[in-house]
């Protein structure tokens, strides 16, 4: 298999990789034919999976500008992905144009998309890290280059933890974020349960089990468990659609079957 250019030497060709996988359902052009093939299997088991994305990528431009409202003008957005039309910094910079963004994510083919299309742009950062190892990320020079830690700091962690096993505990890694930041800062998170669609949610792990970041869909409680330390902004964690829709009629219908909960707390 040839490796295309964009495709950096120590990427494995021949498995998909989540963050490619996402990229193809959102009609982005940084994904391999291993990572289509899985992406194709999964939409035939479950058509709503472009749409799903979308609303979480909705979700997501919506709590940056609550945030934005509130005076936040600096973000972490961890677990980013391969960027894509209306990314953060675009959302941030719109409600505050000298809002700062360091973007951060493990996969190698993020990292190096993000570079090639943030460069030049002095208020955002990329920074390859695992968040599970927050230790290293906070003390990256990019980071703390970018970022003031004595004023207060939106992390966002969208569509990210679901990929972080029970055995990695999830709760530590956001609870060692957590305490690297002032009080009024804020937590923007989304992640996939199995509560929307049980029936779907089987086949789908499996699906993920061919990468190397299989899927954990966590329950609501745990899911709000996550905000520990954080006062949740209304409504609270609920399904995607559901977060301070612009327009009510985009909550209508059956906003569960989005199979993602989606919450933003201020740290207290
Ligand atoms: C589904 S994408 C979400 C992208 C973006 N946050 C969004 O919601 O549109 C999940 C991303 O998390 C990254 N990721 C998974 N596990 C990670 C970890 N332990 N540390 C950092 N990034 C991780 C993947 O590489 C992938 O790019």
């Known amino acids: 298999m040839e490796r295309p250019s964009w495709v950096p030497a120590e990427v494995d060709l021949t498995r998909p990789s989540a963050a ?3 990229d193809f359902y959102l009609g982005g052009s940084h994904n391999l034919e291993v990572d289509r093939r899985m992406a194709r299997e999964a939409i035939e088991l479950w058509p709503d999976l472009p749409a799903i994305m979308q609303s979480n990528r909705a979700f997501m431009r919506r709590a ?3 945030v934005a409202e ?3 003008a600096q973000f972490l957005d961890i677990g980013s992905g391969i960027p894509t039309v209306g990314n953060v910094h675009e959302a941030a910079q719109q409600a505050n144009p000298q809002a700062r963004v360091v973007y951060v994510d493990n996969d190698p083919v993020a990292v190096a998309h993000s570079r090639a299309i943030l460069g030049g742009d002095e208020r955002t950062a990329v ?4 968040l599970r190892e927050p230790e290293a990320l906070f003390e990256h020079p990019s980071l703390t280059a970018t970022l003031d830690l004595d004023q207060p700091v939106a992390v966002l962690m969208v569509a990210v933890l679901h990929f972080v096993p029970d055995a990695d505990d999830p709760w530590g890694a956001v609870a060692r ?3 690297r930041l002032v009080g009024g800062s804020y937590l923007v998170l989304s992640h996939a349960s199995a509560e929307g669609r049980p029936e779907q949610a089987g086949s789908h792990r499996q ?3 061919r990468t190397p970041t299989p899927m954990t869909m966590r329950s609501r409680t745990e899911i709000e468990t996550l905000f520990d330390g954080f006062e949740l902004v209304e409504p609270g964690v609920v399904w995607l659609p559901l977060w ?3 327009d009510p009629a985009e909550a ?3 906003p569960e079957r989005t199979t993602g909960y989606a919450g933003v707390g201020r740290k207290r």
């Open 207 to 209: 699906l993920y089990r």
């Open 244 to 246: 301070r829709p612009d």
């Open 177 to 179: 974020i957590a305490a």
């Open 127 to 130: 920074v390859q890290a695992d």
């Open 252 to 254: 209508e219908g059956q």
């Open 20 to 22: 490619r996988v996402y």
């Open 70 to 72: 509130q005076g936040i």
């Open 64 to 66: 940056v500008r609550y």
